[in-house]
């Protein structure tokens, strides 16, 4: 089954939803999406302003970039010692 992105307004749009009174059935029902997302979704992001969640999801993107690049890196290192003490 094919996972669902939410974007950060979606996101923010459920968890104010949630805030107003509405009940977790009918957001859940209403969005498609099961209620451990929402408690998910609630411990992680709960609190945020759309402006604050945008920030953490692009801080997210970019500390994936750089976690990658940091393995390519090591990797590169290795191969090159392997190389030296062939030499």
């Known amino acids: ?3 669902k992105r939410f974007t950060e ?6 968890l104010k939803e949630m805030e107003s009174g509405v009940t977790m059935t ?8 099961s209620e451990q997302t929402v408690y998910r979704w609630r411990a992680k ?3 945020m302003e759309l402006s604050d969640l945008r920030h953490m999801k692009e801080l997210e ?13 090591a990797l590169e290192i290795q ?8 030499l």
């Open 1 to 3: 089954m094919k996972r």
């Open 9 to 14: 307004p979606q996101i923010h749009g459920v």
């Open 26 to 33: 009918d957001v859940c029902r209403k969005h498609g999406i």
């Open 45 to 47: 992001y709960g609190g």
């Open 61 to 73: 993107h970019e500390n994936s970039e750089l976690k990658r690049l940091v393995a390519n890196q």
């Open 79 to 86: 191969a090159t010692r392997a190389v030296l003490k062939k």
